[in-house]
């Protein structure tokens, strides 16, 4: 396997730092789990989860309030090659584990941190929890749903991006110390990662145009993509995108109603009197009727099914992104898999551990094998990447390698990459990035094509199937070109089964998720997420197995390919829950109330004075705490006609986490001078825009910085400058544009 040799102690409990660590056990890492003698409450909170999200791993109990039990950790920390922790800078400063005393003691070890704010901030030291990150970062806020006002996310939108990104940082600094033999820190945190989606939506323009400053097509009162949500004649909902307009069946059941069908070209609204029309014609026929006409006729559409539906589907069994296990506890379960494959392929090694279990110590390992290369300013200096994706799934990944310092190249058409048009969406995926704009379909195109892949260490793309296979983007016919390259893949449905070459968006990820209804509330129609989380899961599980296959690369010298999708993205956050194979049954979960406050009385928002207060009592102390302030039993009404910042202080000072759940952030948050100091929120000149202000630092390295100088490319802004790079001469290059096989600014010197 490919981390056969690495050894990771894990001292995270929750959802973001165990789910990396086992996405790396199972990707060949032996990870130790240790816990405090009462045990990750994950155990008692969640079991299902647990089990899922600590797989792989072995366990061990240690108090590190004692002292025989603190020797212990250090004798494993100095055979271990990753310790990952949730301590805040001043806690692991106490525990003798901060950076300056790791690297002292054990000068070879990568320590990583995930906790609720960005090492150095001024937040760092505040308690957290993913309810407490939503709350105060602004998410809240961004989302519309039945009714007025802030709602609590039940999807953990925090935390899932942030499990992939303390994972990606662990393997830059394994891939760093494999080439240098220099080891170091990597810190990330919730609210990093809740940034990283936040991206999509967030940027201050200093000359923004319409469409950014309506934030077109998701504006946050209504996104398009809720208006092509449907509730059928048996009562199930689909839901579908824009292309279903000139569907046949469409056509067909508007001329049954009387009515000419409506059309909505891109960038305008549907009118009201379109979308009534809409709803009516989906209620006269049931859900399977549409599904089954839509995915005839090429239009992206799916059932909105409820939670853990999705470890039935074929499509993922075929895929392998679920896993069947004759599991000591749980019985014969079916679970959610890696999401993504590599080669070697991840495998799960064991269950989860029993809080008892005895584990003795490391085994005997060989030596690694150093290069002794420059310790680099940027974490993947040198590393080259050539990113030919669109949307969001696709060039994701490549600008957070563009962010590590990767040299990444855009190609798009010489009309520019489709999500072009919508301009916020295409910023949020694109800084760092240098763009060529040509006409791959053409002779010379390919030729240029065939360079960019001679060129590359990494070729990274989500085209469909087919249309990758016309102009040579298979994965066999990029490697018949550059035998080295690593070959990453995102795809909507997965490369095998008989959806393997289906469209599919985020949105109907979603649908199959589950995360709709179970994000909504019983009793209320479905919750489209205005974040996109499928889009940004399927790109963060895509970045994880490119960098595997790095660093599988440098240890073997053996280039393999790498896949991802949403559908596999889509099935890792059902890993709350399981399948029971004997039942059909699905495990259940905590459930959000119907009116989208939280999980129960002591995890949720509640209305105080005009605002609502976020409440994080997890423990039986901070609930007693909880109730002892308000001095009733109907903690809502008690609460309601409080003061919140009065509130706030009355429950810190009796050590109850809580949070001010914080309003329209955005600029407030771009415009703040601790986030500009710290690059969570960076700011470069655009050629368009002007000044131009985004999300900035989703890890922090310490010693290595990240690339956030440059913007998010204009159309072929840098096509002149790569294909001189390639070897293309001046002539050359004015030929092509001649042509018109090229595009760009400044050509016209050529």
């Not at 109907?508 to 940004?536: C, K, T, V, Y």
């Not at 368009?688 to 956030?708: H, I, K, M, N, S």
């Amino acid at each position: 396997m490919i981390l056969d040799g690495i050894r990771i102690v894990d001292l995270t409990t929750g959802l973001a730092g165990p789910v990396a660590t086992q996405l790396l056990a199972e990707a060949g890492a032996e990870v130790l789990k240790i816990e405090p003698p009462a045990g990750d409450p994950v155990r008692s909170r969640q079991p299902t989860a647990f089990e899922t999200w600590n797989r792989s791993k072995d366990g061990l109990v240690l108090d590190l309030g004692d002292s025989g039990d603190r020797a212990r950790l250090d004798q494993l920390l100095a055979g271990a090659d990753v310790l990952v922790h949730e301590l805040t800078p001043a806690q692991a400063t106490a525990h003798g584990l901060d950076d300056t005393q790791l690297r002292a003691r054990f000068p070879d070890l990568i320590a990583a941190s995930v906790i609720g704010y960005a090492h150095g901030h001024l937040d760092a030291e505040r308690p957290w929890a993913e309810i407490l990150v939503q709350a105060r970062s602004g998410a809240m806020d961004e989302q519309l749903s039945h009714r007025p006002g802030p709602c609590f996310l039940r999807f953990p939108i925090a935390s899932w991006p942030t499990a992939y990104l303390v994972a990606a940082g662990v393997l830059v600094r394994l891939i760093t110390r494999q080439r240098t033999g220099r080891a170091g820190p990597v810190h990330t945190s919730l609210h990093q990662g809740l940034l990283a989606v936040l991206a999509m939506l967030w940027n201050d323009a200093e000359s923004p145009s319409d469409f950014l400053r309506a934030k077109i097509p998701l504006p946050k009162a209504m996104p398009y993509v809720t208006m092509t949500l449907f509730e059928c004649s048996d009562g199930r909902w689909v839901q579908t995108l824009g292309g279903f307009m000139e569907n046949p069946l469409v056509l067909e059941s508007c001329a049954m109603l009387g009515e000419e069908p409506p059309y909505s070209p891109f960038g305008t609204m549907p009118s009201a009197e379109a979308q009534a029309l809409w709803r009516r014609m989906f209620r006269t026929r049931p859900a399977h009727e549409w599904i089954e006409s839509f995915h005839a006729t090429d239009v992206p559409a799916e059932y909105v099914e409820e939670l853990g539906a999705v470890f039935r589907d074929e499509q993922v069994r075929v895929n392998d992104y679920v896993v069947d296990l004759d599991h000591p506890r749980l019985g014969q379960v079916r679970q959610a898999a890696a999401p993504f494959t590599t080669s070697p392929p991840s495998r799960v090694r064991r269950p989860a551990p029993a809080l008892d279990e005895s584990w003795t110590n490391w085994t005997d390992r060989p030596a690694a094998h150093v290069r002794n290369e420059p310790y680099a300013a940027r974490p993947l200096a040198g590393m080259r990447v050539l990113d030919l994706g669109s949307y969001l799934a696709g060039p994701l990944a490549p600008m957070l390698l563009a962010d590590l310092g990767a040299d990444v190249i855009k190609v798009e058409s010489t009309t520019g990459e489709r999500m072009r048009r919508s301009e916020m969406l295409f910023i949020g995926a694109q800084r760092g990035k240098r763009s060529l704009a040509v006409d791959l379909n053409r002779p010379e195109g390919k030729e240029v094509l065939r360079r960019l892949i001679r060129w590359a260490d990494v070729v990274h793309h989500n085209m469909r199937g087919p249309a990758a296979d016309r102009i040579g983007l298979d994965e066999a016919s990029v490697r018949a070109v550059n035998p080295g390259v690593v070959f990453s893949h995102v795809s909507a449905y997965g490369p095998h089964g008989e959806k393997s070459a289906w469209p599919g968006y985020d949105p109907i990820a979603q649908a199959a998720s589950g995360w709709m209804l179970a994000g909504a509330g019983e009793g209320n129609p479905p919750l489209w997420h205005r974040f996109g989380m499928m889009d940004h899961q399927a790109a963060l599980a895509s970045l994880l197995p490119t960098l595997l296959a790095v660093y599988e690369r440098d240890r073997t010298g053996r280039a393999t390919g790498t896949t991802s999708s949403l559908l596999a993205a889509a099935t890792m956050t059902n890993s709350e829950t399981c399948l029971d194979r004997t039942t059909g049954e699905v495990a259940a979960v905590p459930a959000v109330d119907p009116n989208l406050f939280g999980l129960d009385p002591y995890y949720r928002i509640y209305p105080v004075g005009e605002r609502f207060v976020a409440v994080a009592a997890t423990t039986p102390e901070q609930q007693d705490a909880l109730r002892s302030v308000c001095g009733a039993s109907d903690l809502a009404a008690a609460l309601a006609d409080r003061e919140p910042e009065e509130l706030l202080a009355e429950l810190s000072l009796r050590g109850v986490p809580a949070e001010l759940v914080r309003t329209e952030q955005e600029l407030a948050f771009l415009r703040d001078e601790e986030n500009q100091r710290l690059g969570l929120a960076v700011s470069y000149q655009h050629p368009e825009y002007g000044r131009l202000t985004q999300p900035g630092a989703f890890w922090d390295f310490v010693d290595q910085d990240l690339f956030l100088d440059r913007p998010p490319p204009t159309l072929g802004e840098h096509t002149r400058e790569v294909l001189i790079e390639l070897g293309f001469s001046a002539k050359e290059v004015g030929a092509f544009r001649k042509a018109g096989l090229i595009a760009g600014p400044g050509l016209e010197d050529s």
